[in-house]
């Protein structure tokens, strides 16, 4: 079993920072990939970043590119979202999802975080 707790989540003004958190437990030696996600309302879930658990092969979507910065500390189970110069278009739920190896898509979810950039 594998359980992921997001925090970080809050409300800021357009151009701010926020940090978010992903704390995962149980079996973390089968990581492949942590990535993030966002849902905003009325939306489909979109794709944010991803990071290997191992390695370095980072990827981000286009629209947080150059404001956005994943990065994880494996002794801490911790994935982390650095989000810079927010835009309101930033406003949604915030999900963190594992992947193993042997899978082609994301199989464990948080309960996601909301974060709500006002203009």
């Known amino acids: 079993q594998v359980q992921l707790v997001e925090s970080g989540g809050g409300l800021v003004q357009a151009g701010g920072s926020l940090r978010l958190s992903c704390a995962a437990s149980?079996?973390?030696?089968?990581?492949?990939?942590m990535a993030w996600f966002r849902q905003a309302p009325g939306k489909e879930r979109e794709f944010v970043a991803s990071?290997?658990?191992?390695?370095?092969?980072?990827n981000y979507a286009d629209s947080v590119k150059g404001r956005f910065t994943i990065s994880r500390d494996n002794a801490k189970n911790t994935v982390y979202l650095q989000m810079n110069s927010l835009k309101p278009e930033d406003t949604a739920v915030y999900y963190c999802?594992?992947?193993?190896?042997?899978?082609?898509?994301?199989?464990?979810w948080g309960q996601g975080t909301q974060v709500t950039v006002s203009s």
């Open positions: 149980g079996r973390t030696f089968s990581f492949y990939r």
């Open positions: 990071i290997m658990w191992i390695g370095g092969n980072i």
């Open positions: 999802a594992t992947r193993i190896l042997s899978a082609t898509s994301y199989g464990n």
